[in-house]
């Protein structure tokens, strides 16, 4: 009985973990702002600007941010734009059916996205955002003219590529090919301009003996604009980190304190148990 619930737990994390890895590309580190106002505050603008065209958030209402230090007249004048009150969700006009139409599927909602990332992206969801919204790169061949490392042949646009400035795309590529008959190892060189067109180079590896291999690689050619852009999407990233759970960190902290209180419960119990069994023989 106990092999078998052993072999159901290893089977269960063997699966988790085959989940969290994902996709084939590391995801990179989001910066912890969560407990940060001004960040959270800076992302919710990025949020209702340029996410919540396409998006909606259902689940959250714009009164919620006073969480985050905003007040209702500060998001009324910043946040509101189109008629909504303060009370209201954060819903988008555009209806499922005009979305299923322009664009094949509906957006989806980004009200718990970020923990819907963290079971497939491992923990927290924020760092797939963080990745996800800094690995577009121009791609003539997409109907968007966009294509994503995170999430390879995406349907949604970069709509933030203006703030992030120009870059070139580069991925090499280690792999076996056959010709004239006879398998061999080259590398394959792509290049992506900032404008989407490619250029590939092949180079022969005729004593290589590894394995299978790729690489990628940004270059930023508006360093200023791309270090901003960065810290833009880590604010981005911890707002949406913060609106799938913003109790969250109420909820650590009420989780310290229970654990402080067994810990004590625990030495009161096991004094209890000692002084009770000692006069019985």
């Known amino acids: 009985m106990i092999k078998k619930l052993l072999s159901v737990i290893a089977l269960t994390v063997a699966c988790v973990t085959a989940q969290a890895a994902g996709g084939s590309y590391p ?51 910043n946040l509101l734009f189109t008629g909504e009150k303060v009370g209201d969700l954060m819903k988008i006009a555009m209806t499922s059916a005009d979305a299923k139409a322009w664009f094949g599927a509906p957006p989806p909602d980004l009200s718990v996205i970020a923990r819907a990332k963290s079971v497939n992206a491992g923990p927290p969801g924020g760092d797939y955002i963080y990745t996800y919204m800094r690995t577009f790169y121009r791609d003539t061949t997409k109907p968007t003219g966009w294509n994503n490392l995170a999430y390879p042949n995406a349907g949604m646009p970069h709509v933030l590529w203006e703030r992030q400035g120009p870059r070139e795309y580069t991925s090499v590529v280690v792999h076996q090919v056959t010709k004239n008959g006879q398998k061999q190892w080259e590398r394959a060189t792509s290049v992506y301009g900032p404008e989407g067109y490619w250029t590939t180079t092949t180079e022969p590896m005729p004593n290589y003996t590894g394995k299978a291999t790729s690489g990628h690689g940004f270059k930023a050619l508006d360093r200023d604009r791309s270090m901003a ?53």
């Not at 310290?256 to 009161?268: P, S």
Request: charged share 20%.
């Open 229 to 281: 852009y960065d810290n833009e999407m880590a604010n981005l990233a911890a707002f949406m980190t913060w609106m799938a759970e913003p109790v969250q960190q109420k909820r650590k902290q009420i989780g310290i304190w229970v654990l402080f209180f067994l810990g004590i419960f625990f030495v009161v119990a096991w004094r209890l148990n000692a002084s009770y069994w000692k006069h019985i023989k």
């Open 27 to 77: 995801l990179d580190k989001a910066p912890n702002r969560l407990t940060d106002q001004a960040a959270l505050q800076h992302g919710a603008k990025t949020f209702v600007n340029y996410c919540l065209n396409c998006h909606a958030a259902t689940s959250m209402r714009y009164n919620k941010l006073r969480d985050i230090g905003l007040t209702d007249t500060q998001i009324k004048e």
